[in-house]
């Protein structure tokens, strides 16, 4: 079965840097797109960044264009979301995401604690 592992979250100070990582199991990892999403309290959950299957296909959004930048590891089956010059707004439950045959799966989230 399809298993997304996040990890790499923590409390960072503003300003500081994060780099999260998913670990993709279940499926064939280098057939399919990924994306991170985040939640924050009380707020829905937003899109972050998207990376397409070979890696040549990236997109943000707005408010993290060049903050983060997401990679991947086709050999691994590994996507990282690389967080720079992190601010409280950032403070979330962060989600990896793949769409299977219109079917959306997710990890169960890492914690970003952006405070001083």
């Known amino acids: 079965q399809v298993q997304l592992v996040e990890s790499g979250g923590g409390l960072v100070q503003p300003g500081g840097s994060l780099r999260l990582s998913c670990t993709a199991s279940?499926?064939?990892?280098?057939?399919?797109?990924m994306s991170w999403y985040r939640q924050a309290p009380g707020k829905e959950r937003e899109f972050v960044a998207f990376i397409s299957n070979l890696g040549f296909t990236t997109s943000y959004i707005d408010s993290v264009k060049g903050r983060f930048s997401i990679f991947r590891d086709n050999d691994k089956s590994t996507v990282d979301l690389q967080m720079n010059s992190l601010k409280p707004d950032d403070t979330a439950v962060y989600f990896c995401?793949?769409?299977?045959?219109?079917?959306?799966?997710w990890g169960k989230g890492t914690q970003v604690t952006v405070s001083p």
């Open positions: 279940g499926f064939t990892f280098k057939k399919e797109h």
């Open positions: 995401n793949v769409m299977i045959d219109n079917v959306d799966y």
